[in-house]
């Protein structure tokens, strides 16, 4: 994802960050040594002071001895104003021995700051007749001299100080400049020379510490990232893929190289710009919306087609793929993903749709033409084969043994062509819509009996034995059509009989299935179909016949109009074959008790072809949602083409709706649009989460919703069309 490229600045350097750290430590460290050398010094200066002024008082005492005890005050005067001329003394007194003060000067009157600061020693007088003391001599002193000193070296010391600061700050600067900066400066601009201009240029460092290992790793990883790059880079060229990214807002923030010549519009066209906005109005909203649902729960976007109009003015498609980003924390950071042109694809789907749809016109005309034919040709084949009977049966003008072989040929090929009229007539019935089940529940064991019945005489002529593990067992009620269910049971059993060997077998066996089907199969003992053959199995005028081992009778549709049948009536049918050993043709119908599988019957006809045709086809698709045969990714498949067929059901829909002046239109289209929303909602659940629980819940939503919306909802437009049948037709063919 790309990042807005960050300014780095010098507020954050190492250099700044180690300095900052140093230098307090520095200041601190010297600040105490500082101290503590002038506490020392200050120690020094008032014990030198103190020791300073002992000695004086004691010399003092010694002098004034002899004054005092000769009571000359006078000379004791002029001795202590002498002694009061020292610059540290503040008061002088001599004391008798009973501490009367016999002469004193004072130099300050005050001594209550200077309490503790004297020196006293007694005044002994010594001659050779007697040692005697005779008073005290007291002096104060202060530390003014001595406070000056120390002041004036501890400015000498503190700009020594400051000296020494500078010296181990530049210092550091200097170390730190050579050993750390240097090397991470050389770093980060080579960072930013890959960031900003995408230029990638080794690191030019060698030191055999830890920045010379870590540079030797980073430009390793750079060569490395540039092969990785290169290597990807040249492969997105050769891809008909090309890659995008999308920011928070789903915005083209970038697009691989090749997108230019590969998506038929220019990247600078469409930086910052959104999807729908590259679009234009070529898409419904309905077809934005599983793009907008997955923008907007932050999903991963997959196989979405949207159309364009490229730069030389025609428009083209792009399939895209894309995840979500997300930071460290979570935070949605965007799109990032692929993106291929499938415009000739979509081209190919579009003659394609419209090939089917001209063949599908053309095909329901077929259908109405043959069953219209069918018709006309089955009432003289009956005449035919009524004048043949009663040659036959003439009393009056019995037939020679020749006539009678004709007349038997005429009545074998009538027959013949009886069948083949009739089966076309049902295949075109069912093809054309106009095939009516009566859907009831109906008791599958009474009609296998029936049937077995009929095809006893058939496995009779050719010494064919029939198993039946059918009827003995437990009744099962199905909900089907109970004819049809018969047409379809006859006729496999009929092809067993004539597909099998003389003297072969057919087997008769069932079992329920787990999602409330009857599953019938049909076994028998004949050649089997060749595997190249599997895939004609059930298309029409296919047949084995030109085996010499096998029947050459038959039409070639019974199989065609079985797996109609079947598939009309919400069930299942398919084979499995052994050359040479045999064949097992089954069928599935659902059991009464399924109220899953979807049979379209009288009771969900509207009245209008066009609508009934769509509502067929939609349903076809639910119940194939239903098969438990279908795989993960068939299921996606058909979620697919139902969602396809439904958009286009509702577009045809709206418009017969409009053509017919439908009074609740409005709502009607609502209704439409609420529904592709929930069915996308819980189609993207089951997408992210492939669990039975989703997949229910989308299954029921869908059946739910068609059978209330049919029989409640669609079934009031027909009233509206009455004598509007050619404006609908025109209003339809312009899709």
């Not at 025609?314 to 980003?325: A, M, T, V, W």
Request: aromatic residues 8%; charged residues 25%.
């Amino acid at each position: 994802m790309s990042v807005k490229p960050t300014h780095i600045g010098r507020r954050g350097s190492i250099s700044i960050k180690l300095l900052s750290f140093y230098l307090p430590m520095i200041i601190i460290g010297l600040s105490v040594v500082f101290t503590f050398l002038e506490f020392r010094n200050y120690q020094t200066q008032m014990t030198s002071l103190r020791e300073n002024m002992e000695s004086f008082v004691s010399t003092q005492a010694k002098v004034l001895a002899s004054p005092v005890w000769h009571l000359d005050t006078a000379t004791l005067d002029i001795l202590v104003k002498v002694m009061s001329l020292n610059q540290d003394v503040l008061k002088i007194q001599v004391l008798d021995l009973d501490g009367k003060v016999i002469s004193e000067t004072t130099l300050l009157a005050d001594l209550s700051e200077h309490p503790d600061l004297y020196v006293e020693r007694p005044l002994i007088f010594s001659s050779p007749a007697v040692t005697q003391k005779i008073g005290q001599l007291v002096i104060y002193y202060h530390t003014d001299r001595a406070w000056i000193t120390l002041k004036q070296h501890l400015i000498v010391d503190m700009v020594v100080l400051v000296i020494l600061c500078g010296l181990l700050i530049l210092t550091t600067l200097i170390v730190t400049r050579k050993i750390i900066s240097l090397p991470i400066d050389k770093l980060q601009n080579s960072i930013m020379r890959m960031k900003l201009d995408n230029i990638r240029e080794p690191v030019e460092w060698s030191s055999k510490d830890e920045f010379g290992d870590f540079i030797t790793v980073y430009n390793e990883m750079q060569a490395q990232q540039f092969i990785t790059e290169t290597r990807f880079r040249d492969f997105a060229e050769s891809s008909s893929d090309w890659f995008w990214e999308l920011d928070v807002y789903g915005r083209i923030i970038w697009e691989s190289e090749s997108a230019d010549d590969k998506s038929g519009r220019l990247f600078a066209e469409i930086r910052g710009k959104t999807l729908p906005e590259i679009s234009g109005d070529l898409l419904s909203d309905i077809q934005w919306r599983p793009y907008f649902l997955a923008l907007k729960n932050h999903k991963k976007i997959t196989d979405f087609v949207f159309s364009y109009v490229g730069h030389n003015g025609l428009i083209r498609y792009s399939e895209i793929d894309g995840k979500p980003l997300f930071d460290k924390d979570g935070v949605f950071m965007g799109y990032r993903g692929t993106a291929s042109d499938v415009t000739e694809r979509k081209n190919a789907e579009e003659i394609l749709q419209l090939a089917l749809s001209d063949a599908e016109r053309a095909n329901r005309a077929k259908s109405e033409f043959l069953a219209s034919m069918s018709h006309e040709l089955r009432t003289p084949m009956n005449a035919v084969l009524g004048f043949a009977q009663m040659l036959q049966l003439d009393p009056k003008s019995p037939l020679t043994v020749d006539q009678s072989d004709y007349v038997e040929c005429i009545l074998a090929g009538g027959h013949h062509l009886l069948e083949l009229i009739n089966e076309i007539l049902d295949l075109a019935k069912v093809e054309s819509d106009q095939l009516h089940l009566s859907v009831e529940d109906v008791d599958a064991c009474a009609v296998v009996i029936d049937c077995l019945e009929l095809t006893l005489s058939l496995g009779k002529m050719r010494n064919i034995k029939i198993i039946d593990q059918f009827s003995d067992g437990p009744s099962f009620l199905l909900r089907t059509d109970r004819l049809r269910f018969k047409q379809v049971l006859l006729n496999l059993l009929a092809n067993a009989v004539k597909y099998n060997k003389d003297g072969g077998a057919i087997i008769l066996d069932y079992h329920e299935t787990d999602d409330g089907f009857l599953h019938i199969s049909i076994t028998d003992t004949g050649i089997g179909i060749p595997l190249g053959e599997y895939d004609n199995v059930f298309n029409m005028f296919h047949r084995l016949g030109v085996n010499p081992e096998v029947a050459s009778e038959g039409t070639g549709i019974g199989l065609t109009v079985t797996k109609l049948l079947v598939e009309r009536m919400a069930g299942r049918v398919g084979f499995q074959s052994e050359e040479g050993i045999g064949s097992t043709f089954w069928i599935e119908l659902p059991l009464s008790t399924n109220l899953k599988a979807l049979i379209w019957s009288d009771v969900l006809r509207v009245g209008i072809d066009a609508i009934d045709k769509d509502h067929q086809v939609i349903i076809r698709l639910l119940n194939k949602l239903t098969h438990r045969t279908v795989g993960q990714t068939d299921l996606s498949s058909v979620l697919l083409e139902l969602i396809d067929y439904t958009e286009h059901h509702f577009r045809r829909e709206e418009i017969i709706m409009k053509a017919c002046d439908y009074p609740d239109l409005k709502d009607h289209i609502s209704d439409h649009r609420k529904f592709i929303d929930n069915m996308n909602v819980l189609i993207e659940d089951w997408r992210m989460d492939s669990n039975q629980n989703t997949l229910h819940a989308l299954r029921q939503f869908l059946r739910d919703w068609w059978i209330d919306h049919i029989v409640e909802v669609d079934v009031k437009i027909a009233e509206y069309t009455i004598g509007k049948e050619l404006r609908i037709k025109d209003a339809l063919a312009e899709i």
